[in-house]
């Protein structure tokens, strides 16, 4: 076997030669120029080639080699490493002879620090820009850019960016907010990898194995059955769509737009549109890449599933997500932060902090309270905590509207549980 100096080199012949003599060898948008490796833990790299075909994948001072399945697929794992900011480059070589090794791809500007996926659905997905002039820690936080050092990975994107003003523009605010907080506190790179969508229910982001493989689940939806009246439903849909034909109408007439459909009434335990369609094709894709953990900012879209609440659903999600992730030798218990369901507003008691100026003043409760209409979904989204591993970031206090224009706020992170990747609600406390 050549020295590894011997075997780097030769690595390092030329990638055009390779585009012509091993096209097939092909890698996911997600191993890319600029990409942030997570530190401290096992880094799959994976692709595809001509099956049988011999992969070899180069990093710092490792050679990882393996072959591919009969189905095309191939994956090696890096050992653990520390964290880096020297951009370096990454080789994946195609080719039976060590000795003649053909550079199929050469990234570039690769680091080594820590790795977060944020999803859900708008205020996760809610760019940069639409926020940027309402949120002043935001807005100071931009003041500062570029960051060289944190890097950015949106869904459908052709690879990973730098975070300059042009690419963080179009980038999760909240996302972006959260990983600069963190780049600021360890010192370390950061790569964030976004897959949110607008208007989305959690069952939309579990697959059904996930939601079927969860015993909570599935007893909430046999306890809902008992009581529940498919006729019932159905005829209140029919009165309700009556009168929303008639409105849309009127409404079209005007030269307005119709309010929403009704939704069909579905049994016990279906879900609206098929199971984890948004996962397999926003979130999915990313596996097996390593990741230190997951920020969720989703509630507004309730479930879409039927007699199941949010509590449940999302438990069956947290721990779909782990074990897909453990499955390809990732963490089996990574830490899930979620953000608080945000209707309902609240109130702040400093008016002027620019975390929580658009929050309402405190004043004095009136004699008769109203009902409260939130009340009932806001406590069954904070149990959410209550599931393994996982911690909730408050924002009762920044305004009152579902979109909130504070999307950095004030979190307080200890980097040395960040550095270990443990979380609990007794050490950690986030405010967004």
Not at 209 to 232: G, P
Request: glycine letters at 10%; a neutral charge; one cysteine or more.
């Amino acid at each position: 076997m050549p020295s590894r100096p011997f075997l780097l080199a030769t690595l390092g012949a030329s990638a055009l030669l390779s585009i012509s003599l091993h096209a097939e060898v092909k890698l996911p948008p997600a191993i890319s120029s600029h990409m942030v490796l997570q530190r401290e833990m096992p880094v799959p790299i994976w692709g595809t080639a001509a099956a049988g075909e011999d992969v070899t994948v180069a990093f710092a001072d490792q050679i990882k080699t393996t072959k591919a399945g009969a189905d095309g697929q191939w994956l090696v794992k890096l050992d653990p490493l520390p964290a880096s900011a020297q951009p370096r480059d990454l080789i994946v070589a195609s080719g039976p002879n060590p000795k003649a090794q053909i550079v199929s791809h050469k990234f570039t500007d690769v680091l080594v620090g820590e790795v977060w996926l944020g999803s859900g659905q708008s205020n996760m997905a809610g760019a940069v820009r639409s926020y940027k002039g309402k949120d002043a820690a935001l807005q100071k936080t931009l003041d500062a850019a570029p960051y060289p050092r944190i890097r950015l990975l949106k869904q459908g994107a052709p690879g990973w960016v730098e975070a300059v003003p042009a690419q963080v523009d179009g980038f999760s605010a909240i996302l972006f907010a959260y990983g600069a907080r963190l780049h600021a506190e360890l010192g370390v790179p950061v790569g964030l990898m976004l897959g949110a969508v607008g208007g989305t229910p959690s069952g939309h982001w579990l697959t059904e194995d996930m939601f079927k493989e969860d015993a909570a689940c599935q007893a909430q939806v046999q306890e809902f059955a008992k009581t529940y009246d498919f006729a019932a439903a159905m005829r209140g849909y029919e009165r309700y769509m009556t009168a929303w034909k008639a409105s849309a109408e009127k409404a079209k007439a005007e030269g307005k737009l119709p309010g929403r459909e009704p939704a069909v009434p579905r049994q016990p335990g279906e879900c609206n549109a098929p199971f984890g369609h948004l996962y397999v094709k926003h979130v999915q894709p990313y596996l097996p890449y390593a990741i230190r953990g997951v920020l969720w900012d989703q509630g507004e879209g309730g479930t879409a599933i039927t007699g199941v609440d949010q509590f449940h659903a999302m438990g069956a999600l947290i721990k779909g997500w782990r074990k897909a992730w453990a499955q390809h030798g990732g963490q089996a218990d990574f830490p899930f932060l979620y953000v608080q369901k945000p209707s309902g507003g609240g109130t702040a008691w400093d008016m002027t902090n620019p975390t929580t100026i658009n929050a309402s003043p405190l004043t004095t409760p009136p004699a008769v309270v109203p009902r409260d209409i939130d009340g009932q979904a806001r406590d069954v989204h904070i149990k959410i905590q209550q599931h393994p591993h996982t911690a909730m970031v408050t924002n009762t206090d920044l305004g009152g509207m579902p979109h909130l224009a504070n999307k950095s706020g004030n979190l307080k992170l200890s980097s040395g549980l960040c550095r270990s990747g443990v979380y609990s609600n007794d050490d950690l406390v986030l405010r967004r």
